[in-house]
């Protein structure tokens, strides 16, 4: 079944949370790019799932219901995809309306945090950039470029709004082992996203590996863009040792980043077991 990987991609963003395409715009670019199955994963929302569902309809793609939650473990932010949920669930809907009001608290207290550092009128600016969705970093970062207080986004993440900086507040969001119920309880398979992007040492992620899947969580995301070489290797090892199934995803926002495109991802390692394997996929 991994052949399938070409076809698939199964972490993408829209204007739902912090993408620049609208749903159906990134269906329409999914389907020129010849992926079959796309998993709209935005950020603490649902929101964009039915508008990306109409138009997978439309033209032939088919959406598998997609989040991207955000959560904390050991004091540390961790993202924890949902995949193939039931999107009516009473359970995602609640989950889902408690982070994105955890979201406008968290983006309120960055504001404060980085007004006292003499940049005002951010967390207005990041309401408008959202288009009245829950705000998130990104939209902060834009709103500092526009008021002329960095010169681009590269440069607020990495003065004020990165990991350990001024503006990286995590806690708000649950722990761990909430999200992952959350997605369980609602029929879905729970993914930790981008495993290397946390810089971890691998003894540390180990860990996290082992309170994820105590959890309930059932799956690794092998393969994303910008990975170093020997990565891919590591974390299909880390699916065999902890009996995880694979996924793969381009965590795709924008066609300005061309680095990140949409589909474009190596196939799964042949020891892995996808995670779309019982989702009676067709090609």
């Not at 939650?69 to 193939?84: D, K, M, T, Y």
């Not at 408008?128 to 207080?149: D, F, L, N, T, W």
């Not at 990991?163 to 993914?191: C, F, M, Q, T, Y």
């Not at 020997?230 to 699916?239: F, P, R």
Request: charged content about 20%; proline content about 4%.
């Amino acid at each position: 079944m991994s052949h399938l990987s070409s076809l698939i991609d199964l972490h993408c963003h829209s204007t739902a949370s912090d993408g620049t395409l609208t749903p159906s715009d990134l269906v329409a670019l999914a389907y020129q790019k010849g992926v079959k199955h796309l998993a709209l994963t935005d950020h603490d929302t649902i929101s964009g799932l039915d508008e990306a569902a109409s138009t997978g309809d439309a033209l032939g793609v088919n959406i598998i219901s997609g989040v991207e939650f955000s959560a904390q473990w050991n004091n540390q932010g961790i993202h924890i995809l949902g995949l193939n949920f039931d999107r009516q669930s009473p359970i995602i809907k609640s989950a889902v309306e408690r982070q994105e009001s955890s979201r406008f608290l968290r983006t309120k207290s960055i504001s404060e945090r980085l007004e006292k550092k003499g940049f005002e009128g951010l967390y207005e600016a990041a309401l408008v950039s959202s288009s009245g969705q829950a705000p998130g970093r990104p939209h902060i970062a834009s709103a500092m470029v526009e008021k002329g207080y960095v010169s681009n986004v590269s440069v607020a993440f990495k003065k004020y709004l990165g990991a350990g900086k001024v503006g990286d507040i995590r806690s708000v969001w649950p722990e761990l082992n909430e999200v992952v119920g959350w997605i369980v309880d609602a029929g879905g398979i729970a993914i930790i996203a981008h495993p290397r992007k946390y810089n971890m040492t691998v003894t540390k992620l180990r860990s996290l590996i082992a309170d994820f899947k105590a959890s309930g969580g059932e799956g690794l995301e092998v393969i994303t863009s910008g990975q170093k070489q020997g990565e891919i290797g590591l974390l299909a090892d880390l699916c065999t040792k902890y009996e995880l199934k694979g996924s793969l995803g381009s965590d795709f926002h924008s066609p300005t980043q061309p680095w990140v495109k949409l589909g474009a991802i190596p196939s799964l390692p042949k020891s892995v077991k996808p995670v779309w394997l019982d989702w009676a996929l067709s090609v």
